[in-house]
């Protein structure tokens, strides 16, 4: 999902694209690390990103001769999307249906595949030109435009953060529906689906190509594999991406926040607590390591842009009268600007090298621990202009409905566009709701017809209306 950390505002005084980091450096931090990576994905991503990113300074700059405003009023005029207005109005119990049905198919983590093929089916009935699924199990849709060569992508996540078995029934209580992955992002998939059956019944014709996106993978460890999938190894060539994940429409998300994830184990010989005692202990020599890294984090983040480093799980050991054979723990660092998030990095690895040589110091008796570190998850992070005409078309059409645009960095699909340079943006599913992650989950349909709309809007502004 969207994950709203509160960062405030984006910064809109950046006036190109923006990504703060030494490129050999970097380069070579990722040909350290390319031995615990899952694929070689993101060595290739950051190569595509270096040698796009000077072009994509001279692109999509704003042209201040476009009134973004008065575009978004005149598109609003069209009789087209006037009738595809009132065409979501008339879909709204459609919609529903649609939001429970796809809600009370389990899509646990990596275990898309049903939910998928029903939305497959979806989109072919709501009349897109062409539909299919891709290796990794992304579902998109191809709806032609009139002028060939570009594309504008509309996406949503079919993934939920829910374990196999966790009971997705919705309960309807009063004008509330309730089920872990209710909203997030559930209710983006039925948004996807709204928008195209509103544009083929009120045929709307645009002039650049638009696919619709069910992805894979955007929760936890599915570390975006979709949408890296699509960008790197994908036949779609997208110049424009939109994602829909997170609230209420005004809130959108422009900057990519960039997380680097890892499992790190130590490995001990094990043995009884009594008997083997002396041993070398994983656990004391991770929380040893902890305590080094948490105490040189924290000098780094106590000043400069925000950076954060969380121990998100602990585990290892076989009974409390054990020495433990090993121990281990999943870490989660993130931050905006690239050369903050690789500094952040630095600072752990070295950490756990020294807290691993520290421990191995003391011990005398018995073999030495040894150290697994595995990278698994890597978002890249970056920044983008606020005038680049997709987030002036999405300002100016939450002006339209009346809302209180705001943008702010996030972590979210479009993290892997931004970082390569393609104008993207996040935003909201509409209507209110709450307990996201959690059992209790809820969604209320209150205006939620304006996020439909709303996406609609800026969607068919991006491609253009065909003449």
């Known amino acids: 999902m ?32 390319s031995n615990r990576m899952k694929t070689f994905f993101t060595i290739s991503m950051f190569l595509m990103l ?28 069209n009789k087209a999307i006037q009738q595809a207005f009132r065409v979501i109005d008339e879909l709204e119990p459609q919609t529903t249906q649609d ?14 595949t049903a939910r998928g093929l029903q939305f497959k089916k979806m989109l072919e009935e709501a009349g897109a030109d062409k539909v299919w699924i891709d290796e990794v199990g992304n ?11 570009r594309v504008v992508a509309l996406d949503a996540h079919l993934d939920t953060v829910f374990p196999e078995g966790t009971d997705v029934k919705v309960k309807i209580i009063g004008d509330t529906l309730k ?46 594999r979709g949408v890296k999938h699509i960008f790197e190894k994908g036949d779609l060539k997208i110049d424009s991406w939109i994602s829909i994940d997170g609230g209420e429409i005004g809130r959108m998300v422009t900057g990519g926040l960039g997380s680097i994830r890892y499992k790190v184990t130590f490995h001990g010989p094990g043995g009884h607590s009594w008997g083997a005692f002396g041993l070398a202990n994983p656990h004391h020599a991770m929380g040893k390591a902890i305590d080094i890294f ?37 870490v989660d660092m993130r931050a905006i600007e690239p050369e903050r998030l690789k500094k952040i ?43 680049l005409p997709v987030i002036q078309r999405s300002m100016a059409a939450a002006k339209y409905f009346k809302a209180d645009a705001s943008i702010s960095p996030s972590s979210t699909n ?54």
């Open 50 to 77: 270096v040698f796009c990113v000077n072009a994509q300074k001279q692109k999509d700059k704003v042209d201040f001769k476009v009134n973004y405003d008065k575009e978004i009023e005149t598109l609003t005029k």
């Open 294 to 330: 948490s105490e040189e984090a924290s000098k780094f983040t106590a000043t400069g842009s925000k950076v954060s480093f969380n121990v998100g799980r602990i585990g290892g050991g076989t009974s409390v009268n054990s020495i433990p054979f090993e121990s281990w723990m999943e």
């Open 345 to 387: 990095d630095e600072i752990f690895n070295a950490s756990m090298k020294r807290g691993l040589e520290e421990y191995n110091s003391g011990v005398s008796k018995g073999e030495k621990l040894t150290l697994e570190i595995e990278m698994i998850g890597l978002r890249p992070s970056g920044v983008q202009t606020s005038e």
């Open 179 to 224: 089920a872990p992955g209710i909203g997030d992002d559930t209710r983006g998939l039925a948004v996807v689906i709204a928008v195209l059956r509103a544009m083929e019944s009120a045929n709307v014709e645009t002039s650049a190509d638009v696919v619709l996106i069910g992805s894979v993978g955007e929760e936890g460890l599915g570390d975006l």
């Open 99 to 112: 939001l429970i049905l796809l809600t009370e198919i389990p899509a646990p983590p990596f275990m898309e």
């Open 139 to 149: 579902v998109i849709a191809l709806r032609k435009g009139k002028v060939p060569g």
């Open 2 to 33: 969207a994950e709203w950390d509160g960062l405030g505002p984006l910064l809109t005084i950046q006036k190109t694209v923006s990504f703060n980091f030494e490129i050999n450096d970097y380069f070579q931090v990722l040909i350290s690390n």
């Open 414 to 467: 479009s993290n892997i566009p931004i970082s390569l340079g393609i104008p993207s943006i996040t935003i909201g599913r509409g209507g209110i709701g709450g307990g996201a992650h959690s059992l209790d989950e809820w969604w209320i349909n209150q205006n939620g017809a304006e996020a439909i709309k709303f996406a609609l809007l800026l969607t068919v502004a991006e491609a253009g209306i065909a003449k």
